[in-house]
């Protein structure tokens, strides 16, 4: 059991990073330092975004619009380091 627990806490350091790549690619390519037109950059991009839409939707439903600001990344980050001291909060349960 200690292994789905060490498992588990790799997938959500994994989707952490994700996220993290994700916001930091959009800043790029909204202040032009990154090309869409780029074969490589897109093909992460387009990456990127089929891993994280199934995740930033649900949120994006809940929040209300802020006039061009995606506060979804933000709200994912903070569920997925909630679920991160959840599990290693109740470690004992994976021993």
Known sequence: MQSLF??????L????FFIIAHVIMSWLINFQVL???QQLVAQIWYMLNRLLEPIYQPIR???PTMSGIDLSPLVALV???ALR???INNAAVFY
């Open 79 to 81: 569920g997925v380091y």
């Open 13 to 16: 350091d994994i989707l952490w």
């Open 6 to 11: 060490q498992i588990l806490l790799l997938l």
């Open 85 to 87: 001291i959840i599990l």
């Open 61 to 63: 439903r809940i929040l």
């Open 35 to 37: 090309n869409l037109h």
